[in-house]
């Protein structure tokens, strides 16, 4: 298997522009999150999917930004507008519901907004 | 709301001593999860504990967990320069459907010569 695909693997945009990270799930695996990384906050869950389905989206920081999942393959997080602040490297995980849960992680789309 | 910390925040080692990493955590958990990242890179899957008194072991590194304490540690055992990197803890609540996770903020490892 590829492991989980990220697009893409980095990103450069002004601010107030609109900004569409994607993310494809290790195949089989029904569930999906959204990682945001900096220095600053560490490691945030941002939102998490279960067979498509948004579990549980309390980490999105804002109305700005969006998660969809339209099916079992595939995952987007959009930001609109985005801001200087939203410059991260944005990880997209996924795992399998089994005892183990262990999650899979991609390898990441960096984000710049200046 | 569940909190992790990890101690160190950053580990300087000499090649060929032991080291150890530390997790604790504020509310009762099932699950442990060890990771690492390497510079510039994603987070790589190292453990996973399951139960109170599991342990894993791989190469250099011995994770342990004791859900009654709250704690797992990371045991580094003669530490070599390509065990440079961070390394994560992840807990999961006790009861949560789900595996929503929350991260320890990392200890930053480097092996020097």
């Known amino acids: 298997d590829a492991g989980v695909i990220q697009s893409p693997r980095h990103e450069v945009t002004e601010m107030g522009q609109e900004v569409t990270l994607r993310c494809k799930p290790i195949?089989?695996?029904?569930?999906l999150f959204w990682y945001r990384q900096t220095m600053m906050r560490g490691l945030e869950l941002l939102i998490y999917f279960n067979n498509n389905v948004p579990i549980d989206d309390s980490g999105m920081p804002e109305d700005r930004f969006s998660a969809k999942m339209p099916n079992a393959s595939f995952s987007t997080l959009k930001i609109q507008p985005s801001e200087p602040r939203d410059s991260a490297v944005y990880f997209c995980a996924s795992s399998f519901r089994d005892r183990v849960f262990e999650q899979y992680f991609g390898p990441g789309t960096r984000l710049t907004v200046t | 709301e569940l909190k992790v910390e990890q101690n160190p925040l950053f580990l300087s080692m000499q090649e060929g001593k032991n080291y150890t990493i530390y997790c604790n955590y504020s509310t009762t958990s099932d699950r442990l999860y060890w990771y690492r990242q390497d510079p510039g890179k994603s987070l790589e899957s190292l453990f996973v504990?399951?139960?109170?008194?599991a342990v894993k072991q791989e190469g250099r590194l011995m994770a342990s967990l004791d859900t009654k304490a709250r704690l797992s540690t990371l045991h580094i055992t003669a530490a070599v320069h390509d065990l440079s990197a961070t390394y994560f803890c992840?807990?999961?609540?006790?009861?949560?459907?789900?595996?929503?996770?929350?991260f320890g903020g990392g200890t930053r490892v480097l092996v020097k010569p």
């Open positions: 504990l399951l139960s109170n008194g």
């Open positions: 195949s089989g695996h029904d569930y």
């Open positions: 992840a807990v999961r609540i006790l009861g949560t459907a789900g595996n929503k996770l929350t």
